[in-house]
C-alpha cells in the first residue's frame, strides 16, 4: 500500500492529522500507517533507537528499505531488543550500542496504552528495560500506536503493566507488589509461555510480574517510585514524560501530537 501524506494543521500547533483513507483498514495496517509516517522524523546521519513489537516493526522495515534505496544514509541503529537486532541485521542496518553512542538522536516505539499527558505503559512485549534506557538518552522519542492504545487514564484498559523482576523468589516479589497497589484491586500474575507454562524470560535472564488494576493508581510518579524500591525489581513499565511526539493511526486517518 503507497503511503503518501498530506498533513495539515488541526485544533492547536501542537497537533497535525492525515486525510483518512477510503478504505476499511486493519488493526495492522494502522500500524503501518503510523509506523511509516514516524520514519519521516529519521535523517540521514543520525543514531536512531529501533523500537520492539509488531508496530515497530513496521518502522524498523521501512528504515531498512529506504537505506536499500539510498534515500537515507549512515544510520546507526541502536536496538531495544534482540528480536529487533536479528531484524535489523537482516535488513542490513548498521548497529552499534549505547556504549559507543551514550546519547541517540531519536527513538522510534510503540506502546501499550497512552495517556491524554503522553504518559506511556509499554513492556507487554517483554523489552521494558532495554527499551527504557536507550528511549530515556534519546532527543526525541516517537511514539507510534492506533488509536485502541489511547486511554483515559494508566491501567485503564484492563490490560498488564509489567514490571521486570529478578527471577530469585519471585513470589514474594509478586506478593509485594500486589500489596502496593491493593487500594487499586491489583492482581499480580508471573507471565508465563503459553505453550508450557514455564516462566517468560527477558532478554536480561528476568521474569516478569504483570499488573493489573480495576481502578486508576492515581499519581504515576509516585507509584513508579515506589514499585522501583521494592527489592527485587529491575524496572517498570510506566514510561512518564518521555514521548515527544505521539503518532496515532486510527479511522479518521492520522493524528500527530508533539508534547507542548
Not at 172 to 195: G, I, N, P
Not at 213 to 219: A, C, L, Q, V, Y
Amino acid at each position: 500500500m503507497a503511503l503518501a501524506y498530506d498533513p495539515h494543521f488541526i485544533g492547536s500547533e501542537n497537533a497535525e492529522t492525515t486525510s483518512p483513507s477510503p478504505l476499511v483498514l486493519t488493526q495492522d495496517e494502522l500500524k503501518k500507517i503510523a509506523a511509516y509516517k514516524a520514519v519521516e522524523f529519521v535523517k540521514s546521519g543520525m543514531v536512531v533507537g529501533l523500537g520492539t513489537g509488531s508496530t515497530s516493526k513496521h518502522a524498523v522495515d521501512r528504515i531498512g528499505e529506504l537505506l536499500r534505496q539510498g534515500i537515507l544514509t549512515d544510520i546507526v541503529g541502536i536496538p531495544t531488543s534482540k528480536r529487533t537486532h536479528e531484524q535489523a541485521l537482516s535488513l542490513d542496518i548498521p548497529l552499534s550500542d549505547l556504549e559507543t553512542h551514550p546519547v541517540l538522536d531519536l527513538a522510534i516505539d510503540g506502546a501499550d496504552e497512552v495517556d491524554p499527558d503522553m504518559n506511556l505503559v509499554k513492556g507487554r512485549g517483554g523489552s521494558l528495560l532495554r527499551e527504557k534506557m536507550i528511549e530515556c538518552v534519546s532527543k526525541k522519542f516517537v511514539v507510534i500506536v492506533d488509536e485502541s492504545k489511547l486511554v483515559d487514564y494508566i491501567g485503564g484498559s484492563g490490560l498488564a503493566m509489567p514490571v521486570e523482576i529478578v527471577p530469585f523468589c519471585w513470589k514474594f516479589t509478586a506478593h509485594m507488589l500486589q500489596s502496593l497497589f491493593q487500594e487499586a484491586d491489583c492482581v499480580a500474575k508471573l507471565r508465563t509461555l503459553s505453550e508450557n507454562g514455564e516462566p517468560y524470560v527477558t532478554d536480561n535472564s528476568n521474569y516478569i510480574i504483570d499488573l493489573y488494576f480495576k481502578k486508576d493508581i492515581g499519581d504515576l510518579k509516585s507509584a513508579g517510585d515506589a514499585i522501583l524500591r521494592l527489592p527485587g525489581v529491575v524496572e517498570h513499565g510506566l514510561f512518564l514524560g518521555m514521548a515527544t511526539t505521539l503518532i496515532v493511526a486510527g479511522k479518521l486517518g492520522v493524528t500527530v501530537k508533539n508534547k507542548s
